[in-house]
C-alpha cells in the first residue's frame, strides 16, 4: 500500500465515520466545523495507516559494471604526486601509452600507475586526457 492509498483509505473512514457519529445538519452546507473535520481525521487516520505499512524493501541491485582498468593516455599526460594542477609533476606520460588505474579517485583525479623509461611511476593525473584501452576512435 502506497502512503497516497493510506490516506485515501484514511478519507473513506473519516467520512463514513462522520456521517454515523456526527449531526446530518453539520453535513447540509460546507462550514468551517465539518472541514476541519474531515482534515483532521483524514490526516490522522492517513498517518497511522502509513506509519503501520511495512518499510519498503531494499531497492534491487542494479548490474555493476566493473570499469576498464587499462586507459591509454590521450595526449601527453602529467603524472603528478597528488590531485590537482599545482602538486608537483612526476613525469609526463606520453600521447597512446597504456596506464592502469589503481582504483583511487579524487573527483576527476584518478591514481594511476604508468611504465616510463623502463620504471614504474604511481601518480595522479585528470581522467580526462584518458579513454578505456577498448575504447575505438570513430
Same mark, same amino acid.
Do not use: C, K, W
Given at each position: 500500500?502506497?502512503?497516497f492509498a493510506a490516506y485515501g483509505i484514511?478519507?473513506?473512514v473519516t467520512l463514513a465515520l462522520a456521517s454515523m457519529l456526527t449531526p446530518a445538519s453539520w453535513w447540509r452546507r460546507l462550514?468551517?466545523?465539518a472541514m476541519a473535520l474531515v482534515v483532521a481525521g483524514t490526516w490522522g487516520i492517513g498517518a497511522m495507516l502509513a506509519a503501520a505499512m511495512p518499510a519498503p524493501g531494499?531497492?534491487?541491485?542494479?548490474?555493476?559494471?566493473?570499469p576498464a582498468r587499462h586507459y $591509454? *593516455?590521450?595526449r601527453a599526460l602529467n603524472l603528478r604526486d597528488g590531485t590537482g594542477t599545482s602538486a608537483k609533476r612526476l613525469a609526463v606520460v606520453p600521447a597512446g601509452a597504456i596506464v592502469a588505474a589503481t582504483g583511487m579517485?579524487?573527483?576527476?583525479w584518478w $591514481? *594511476?600507475?604508468?611504465?616510463?623509461?623502463?620504471a614504474q611511476v604511481t601518480g595522479w593525473a585528470?581522467?580526462?586526457w584518458l579513454r578505456r584501452a577498448d575504447e575505438r576512435r570513430h
Open positions: 500500500m502506497t502512503t484514511g478519507l473513506l462550514n468551517a466545523r531494499p531497492a534491487p541491485v542494479s548490474r555493476y559494471e566493473q $591509454q *593516455v590521450f579517485r579524487d573527483g576527476d $591514481q *594511476v600507475r604508468a611504465r616510463i623509461g623502463g585528470s581522467s580526462l
